[in-house]
């Protein structure tokens, strides 16, 4: 397969290559990994690849008709999936909805493929509803159910899906493709960017790219909440973790993550070593648990208590 728009991962490519010039591709994966990973790139190209007319072993070729359109967002059998609202999963009244759709035989190519966002944000209901058609769907039809933690996902759902997990990229990898993607940018901007995302090429991509007042808003938040963690009251600190229960779940992750890269950074600058450590752990203990869905109203005084709770 033709997947160099992912950056690193060479196992699972290989994998993947293997399957398509064997067996074929699955007609379900889980793309696993967290924010910034290249599940959107991965899934992006695998339903590419699944309606390029291109010979095995160049597919997605990424010139022919289908691939075209599929780059461009348009193919008619291309569908992405999402929740109804902003940071809502996807629903079981959505899920009935693609059953009914699936059974419609493709507009223009031989497979029908289906990308759905935060599948393991998916309740109950709406996971076996999707079991439902895993198991009983036409045979045409393909699903990749997106997710940060696979484990979020039903086992009975994972049984009938091939699990991908997706790998941080090598500091020297993230460098190289930073410098393609980003010409314009110096060398330590780079360097910086490709230090800070932790593998993540999709965290470097908006350090790079800016992401406009709400996305420095939260990293103002980030640096604020990293220096109350390193040094802050504990009564200063809950008070400023109030402030947050408004943050949607995407908001909630990105900031622990920003927050993490700043402790990171500090930790050996640290006077008190000990205290940093406790706050890199606590908020890695929290981005589990944002992970799962715990709220912002929860998270952030649980994080003040773990921290002062372990300091006595």
């Not at 991962?9 to 398509?20: G, M, Y």
């Not at 009244?93 to 944000?121: M, T």
């Not at 709400?214 to 640096?223: E, F, N, R, S, V």
């Not at 949607?248 to 927050?259: F, G, I, M, S």
């Amino acid at each position: 397969m033709e997947l160099s728009a992912l950056a690193g991962n060479r196992r699972l490519k290989a994998q993947l290559s293997q399957q398509e010039g064997g067996r074929g591709l699955s007609h379900a994966y889980i793309i696993a990994g967290p924010a910034g990973s290249g599940r959107h790139t991965l899934g992006g190209l695998l339903a590419q690849a699944m309606v390029c007319t291109a010979p095995e072993h160049q597919r997605p070729c990424g010139r022919c008709p289908q691939c075209r359109k599929a780059q461009g967002g348009i193919h008619p059998d291309i569908s992405w999936v999402a929740g109804a609202g902003e940071g809502k999963p996807i629903s079981v009244d959505q899920v009935r909805a693609l059953r009914s759709d699936a059974y419609i035989r493709p507009n223009e190519g031989e497979r029908k493929v289906y990308i759905l966002e935060g599948a393991d944000r998916m309740n109950a209901s709406a996971q076996n509803a999707m079991l439902k058609l895993l198991e009983e769907g036409p045979a045409y039809a393909a699903f990749l159910l997106l997710a940060e933690n696979a484990g979020g996902v039903l086992e009975t759902v994972r049984s009938r899906c091939e699990t991908l997990t997706l790998d941080p990229v090598a500091p020297d990898e993230c460098l190289s493709w930073l410098q393609a993607r980003f010409p314009q940018a110096s060398r330590e901007e780079l360097a910086d960017a490709a230090n800070r995302c932790q593998g993540l090429l999709g965290r470097a991509v908006e350090q790079l790219a800016g992401g406009g007042e709400q996305a420095q808003a939260l990293k103002d938040k980030a640096d604020k909440l990293s220096r109350l963690l390193m040094q802050g009251q504990e009564l200063e600190l809950l008070e400023f973790s109030l402030t947050l229960d408004k943050l949607t779940r995407e908001e909630t992750q990105r900031l622990l993550d920003l927050t993490s890269a700043a402790l990171g950074d500090q930790i050996l600058q640290a006077s008190d070593r000990a205290r940093a450590l406790r706050a890199a752990q606590g908020v890695k203990e929290m981005r589990q648990a944002a992970g799962l869905n715990v709220g912002p109203a929860a998270l952030f005084p649980w994080l003040t208590a773990l921290l002062f709770s372990r300091e006595k």
